[in-house]
């Protein structure tokens, strides 16, 4: 079978490195996991796909919320159903539609803490593999005498070492997918702030008097 060395491998990993080893593997493939997962959501959610909207709140300011409900029904982003029922008048209020907005948004930020978490806790599982494996490599060192090896001690110790490089090997890419996906989510953030403050502040047409802050379409009676 082709996965019999993989398995091999990291069982005397494992044997290395100790219980810490094993639990810095578990966290690396939580973290595969949940990393997986949030590409294929951020993809069925159409994150950062937002030209329809775009199109949509320009058509807003056009005074035609026809074409804005046409071009939202053809979006992709998962915040184009919110926005429509905005636009076709099925949300009134400005502080409902801002916690529907916040809802999704949610959506898309869960699970960022436990990636968090596990980048922040992987280095110190590995520092205190460390600390473990130096106190045995010492504890040999007292008990061999005036009989010391030097190639044992500094085995024990490259051993010691190893939980370190391991936690950091799994911390190092955990905080740097964490940092795009919160980069995403960022934008994605501003782009509901936009489109919300288009929706109840639109533009007017150009050459038109302003005559204040009135929403557009169904929102008209929006507090």
Not at 157 to 166: D, E, G, R
Not at 173 to 185: G, K, V
Request: proline residues 6%; aromatic residues 4%; glycine residues 10%.
């Amino acid at each position: 079978m082709a996965l019999e060395p993989i398995a091999s491998r990291l069982a005397a990993l494992i044997d290395l490195g100790g219980p810490v080893i094993a639990l810095l593997l578990v966290l690396s493939v939580l973290v595969l996991a949940v990393v997986l997962f949030k590409l294929w959501q951020f993809q069925a959610l159409g994150v950062g796909r937002h030209g329809a909207l775009d199109r949509a709140l320009a058509a807003c300011d056009a005074g035609a919320p026809g074409d804005a409900l046409a071009t939202l029904d053809r979006s992709p982003s998962h915040l184009a159903p919110i926005l429509r029922a905005a636009v076709d008048g099925d949300l009134r209020r400005k502080p409902r539609l801002i916690a529907m907005v916040e809802a999704r948004l949610a959506v898309i930020e869960r699970g960022f803490r436990l990636l968090d978490s596990i980048a922040q806790v992987a280095p110190l599982l590995g520092l205190f593999g460390t600390v473990l494996g130096m106190i045995d490599a010492f504890r040999a060192l007292q008990d061999a005498g005036d009989a010391v090896d030097p190639s044992v001690l500094a085995g024990g110790i490259w051993v010691a070492l190893l939980t370190t490089a391991a936690g950091l090997a799994v911390a190092m890419p955990t905080s740097l997918m964490l940092t795009w996906f919160e980069s995403r989510a960022a934008r994605e953030r501003d782009k509901a702030d936009e489109a919300v403050e288009a929706l109840f502040h639109p533009l007017p047409p150009r050459g038109a008097p302003r005559q204040g802050d009135a929403p557009i379409g169904g929102l008209a009676h929006a507090g």
